[in-house]
């Protein structure tokens, strides 16, 4: 079983800003794939969505406080890869990474996930985000501009396909062929 959490803030007025990047990845995954709509689980304090083998999870805790759904869906499940989606500022607009691990880099939100989930045993999909011209601070939740939000649909169409290889093929083979 996969347990995919994006990361992202609830609210209409945080629509296509950068933090909520992980959001627009499992909402596209989720329409691509015929997952049903997501439902709030109260429970989990999450909008979820369900099909097969693969959980998809939108956190309603706000950024910063991720780590709380992540971790009541783990403690309730057995043998879940968890594969967590979210904005990275320290790479470039149009790009994506995987990584596996690691630490939190100074994302507050993945932060927070290693923080309750008690470890940095998963896999992260970085979509990167950078702008030129302001701290990341400044920038997270400000919305894409139309041109930004072009390249940024590319990425997550891309992020898309390598989370459908990802659960087909496993991390090392998705690394081998999303990293080159």
């Known amino acids: 079983m996969m347990l995919i959490i994006g990361l992202g803030n ?12 992980g959001f627009e990845v499992l909402d596209f995954f989720a329409q691509k794939n015929g997952f049903p709509e997501f439902s709030l ?15 998809l999870a939108k956190p309603q805790t706000f950024m910063n406080e ?36 690691s630490g939190a880099g100074g ?9 309750h989930v008690g470890n940095n045993n998963f896999i992260r999909l970085k979509i990167g985000v ?10 997270v939740l400000e919305k894409f501009s139309p041109a930004e939000q072009e390249t940024l649909q590319q ?17 090392e083979k998705t690394m081998n062929e999303y990293h080159k």
Do not use: C, W
């Not at 302001?134 to 920038?139: L, N, T």
């Open 155 to 171: 990425v997550i169409e891309k992020a898309s396909e390598a989370l459908d290889h990802l659960i087909n093929n496993g991390i």
């Open 130 to 139: 950078a702008t030129d011209d302001k701290r990341a601070e400044e920038v």
């Open 107 to 115: 994302h507050k939100g993945v932060a927070s996930i290693i923080q």
């Open 41 to 55: 689980s109260k429970k989990y304090e999450a909008l979820i969505s369900e099909k097969d083998d693969v959980i």
């Open 10 to 21: 609830p609210g209409a007025q945080f629509n296509h800003t950068r933090h909520n990047a």
């Open 66 to 101: 991720s780590g709380k759904t992540a971790a009541a869906m783990l403690k309730n499940t057995t043998g879940v890869n968890l594969v967590v989606v979210h904005d990275e500022i320290d790479l470039e607009l149009g790009k994506m990474k995987f990584s596996k691990d």
